[in-house]
């Protein structure tokens, strides 16, 4: 298993402002669920309630191998949509926050710098939102709640694919650490994410708890904007060159 601890980020300028900003909301609210765990069943996704437009109140029932599993299902927002929103910055336990905080610190700045603050922080927003839908598409009646940021994160690891391929990533392979390149071991992320999500849509429910058809959805839609974004940024360049050219040719004159 491969595990990012850091990346080369020498070129960046400045801190990313909005990376921070969204870990400390996810630590916030990771906080408050600590505090009232109804939280956490209120306002995850259920696609159940994102498909009928209702919230799931009392108990429901799922069959898990040989068992019937009832899951508490605490009242939510109004209208429950919110919770596609919400259920981003809430997550399952301490390594749950701890893994996706760290993957955004690494990858997230680096996405931000190329975007911008704020299309960074709709893209984030947006990567969220279609691993969430995925997810629901996948088993639109399950009352499975899920929750956590790794929808978002996985469009993070998609830009970051598509806009540094080749940046070097550090991370621990057997006890060693190791400096490849952001397309290996993006690479070998999504290869896993594609082999145990296949099982988990082909038994239509999460396995081992882990939504990773929202992992799928999430960084598929990051690829496609980054994809967007990098056309834009190069189209850009030469007009800003042209302006000044234009403007040394008027200077001479």
Do not use: K
């Not at 069959?63 to 599993?69: F, I, K, L, N």
């Not at 336990?93 to 996706?100: R, V």
């Not at 839609?221 to 940024?233: D, E, H, P, T, Y």
């Not at 850009?236 to 403007?247: D, F, I, K, N, Q």
């Amino acid at each position: 298993m491969l595990f990012p601890i850091g990346d080369d980020d020498r070129h960046l300028s400045g801190p990313a402002y909005i990376t921070i900003l969204l870990i400390v909301c996810n630590i916030i609210v990771f906080l408050l669920q600590l505090a009232n765990p109804a939280l956490t069943y209120g306002w995850s996704v259920v696609p159940q309630e994102i498909t009928t437009g209702q919230d799931l109140i009392g108990h429901t029932q799922i069959q898990s191998g040989a068992e019937r599993v009832e899951i508490p299902q605490a009242p939510g927002p109004s209208p429950i949509y919110l919770t596609l929103l919400a259920a981003m910055f809430m997550h399952g336990g301490f390594m749950h926050i701890l893994g996706n905080m760290l993957y955004l610190w690494i990858f997230g700045d680096n996405v931000e710098h190329r975007f911008g603050a704020m299309p960074f922080l709709l893209f984030y927003l947006a990567s969220g939102f279609v691993g969430s839908i995925v997810h629901i598409a996948v088993d639109p009646q399950s009352t499975i709640p899920s929750l956590g940021a790794s929808g978002a994160i996985s469009g993070v690891l998609g830009a970051y694919l598509v806009l540094f391929p080749r940046n070097r990533v550090h991370a621990v392979i057997l006890y060693s650490v190791v400096s490849i390149p952001a397309i290996a071991a993006i690479g070998l992320w999504i290869v896993f994410q594609f082999v145990n999500g296949l099982g988990a849509i082909a038994a239509t429910e999460q396995t081992g708890g882990v939504a990773y058809a929202a992992h799928i959805g999430g960084f598929f839609a990051g690829v496609i904007m980054a994809l967007v974004m990098r056309s834009i940024i190069r189209e850009e360049r030469p007009s800003v060159l042209s302006r000044a050219e234009s403007v040394d040719s008027r200077r001479l004159w």
